[in-house]
T-cell receptor, first 113, second 113 residues
Framework: EDQVTQSPEALRLQEGESSSLNCSYT??????LFWYRQDPGKGPEFLFT???AGEEKEKERLKATLTKKESFLHITAPKPEDSATYLC??????????????FGKGTHLIIQP | NAGVTQTPKFRVLKTGQSMTLLCAQD?????MYWYRQDPGMGLRLIHY???????AKGEVPDGYNVSRLKKQNFLLGLESAAPSQTSVYFC????????????FGPGTRLTVL
């Protein structure tokens, strides 16, 4: 069964304390791995798409990387406004159908001033 | 551009009542999706559409029906609501497999008593 597992479930950091969030996946036929940010009471906001092992993408204090079994979201010198739930999702190779994303349960990140 | 909009934002139903959730997007996207988000479960795909007049089942389709009569709109119907359908419902749209990811609406919080 295809699975997406995120760790840790929750993470509390001090402002400026860098860390990484993990997303491991056991799927057959990965077409893409996605990272989203979700603030309380809002819909997920797209951050990155990664398609192949070795690929990296950056946006401000965030950098996403991908291997054959997992992805990391590195947060460098975070600020309180980076506090949110970060979601990982995969799109599977199911023969060409646009059949949505399979999500992990998310990592709830809190950055304390 | 408004992006993806959803109506209503909140709704309370009694068991057995019916309702329709409306999703609209102004980005000319071909693909549209309905997800539900429950505590501890992550986002799960209910139904999706790859173009006007098409619909397909996702991971958790039972108890729901959908229609895509116009490209910009995707409707989710509950014919006979059950307490198990209490959830936050998100609509999303995308350009397709090679696109930058799915764009999500703000969500509808539904409570079934």
């Amino acid at each position: 069964e295809d699975q997406v597992t995120q760790s840790p479930e929750a993470l509390r950091l001090q402002e400026g304390e860098s860390s990484s969030l993990n997303c491991s996946y056991t799927v057959s036929g990965l077409r893409g791995l996605f990272w989203y940010r979700q603030d309380p009471g809002k819909g997920p906001e797209f951050l990155f798409t990664l398609y192949s092992a070795g690929e990296e993408k950056e946006k401000e204090r965030l950098k996403a990387t991908l291997t054959k079994k997992e992805s990391f979201l590195h947060i460098t010198a975070p600020k309180p406004e980076d506090s949110a739930t970060y979601l990982c999702a995969v799109k599977l190779d199911s023969g060409g159908g646009a059949d949505g994303l399979t999500f992990g349960k998310g990592t709830h990140l809190i950055i304390q001033p | 551009n408004a992006g993806v909009t959803q109506t209503p934002k909140f709704r309370v139903l009694k068991t057995g009542q019916s309702m329709t959730l409306l999703c609209a997007q102004d980005m000319n996207h071909e693909y549209m999706y309905w997800y539900r988000q429950d505590p501890g479960m992550g986002l799960r795909l209910i139904h999706y559409s790859v173009g006007e007049g098409t619909t397909a089942k996702g991971e958790v389709p039972d108890g729901y029906n959908v229609s895509r009569l116009k490209k910009q709109n995707f409707l989710l119907g509950l014919e006979s609501a059950a307490p198990s359908q209490t959830s936050v419902y998100f609509c999303a749209s995308s350009t397709g497999l090679a696109g930058p990811g799915e764009f999500f609406g703000p969500g509808t919080r539904l409570t079934v008593l």
